[in-house]
Nanobody, 123 residues
């Protein structure tokens, strides 16, 4: 089992940057593929980015490709999401998630979720 805690959200102007972090508990963090999802008010949760267990393979939603970068540091049990060139439509609660399966964009395959961190991008 792993517990996840996100941090790093906040208010930023369009065009700005933020880096989200997701701290995982336990010794098995490297056993999980990880991902970031987000949910805007009145909308369904959507996939943002995913990364494999060792950090060698990543995948992104088309809406964030070229602007966001997912990475992990297994020695620190931490997942990151570097967000650049932020847009108002990136405003959402961002969640990190862990899965025992291979990395995937399918939210129903993730076993553990954090509580979320709010990102607000003003125009």
């Amino acid at each position: 089992q792993v517990q996840l805690v996100e941090s790093g959200g906040g208010l930023v102007q369009a065009g700005g940057s933020l880096r989200l972090s997701c701290a995982g508990s336990g010794r098995t963090f490297s056993s999980y593929a990880m991902a970031w999802f987000r949910q805007a008010p009145g909308k369904e949760r959507e996939f943002v980015a995913t990364i494999d267990r060792i950090g060698g393979i990543t995948d992104y939603a088309d809406s964030v490709k070229g602007r966001f970068t997912i990475s992990r540091d297994n020695a620190k049990n931490t997942l990151y999401l570097q967000m650049n060139s932020l847009k108002p439509e990136d405003t959402a609660v961002y969640y990190c998630a862990a899965t025992r399966t291979v990395y995937t964009s399918k939210s129903d395959l993730y076993d553990y979720w954090g509580q979320g961190t709010q990102v607000t991008v003003s125009s």
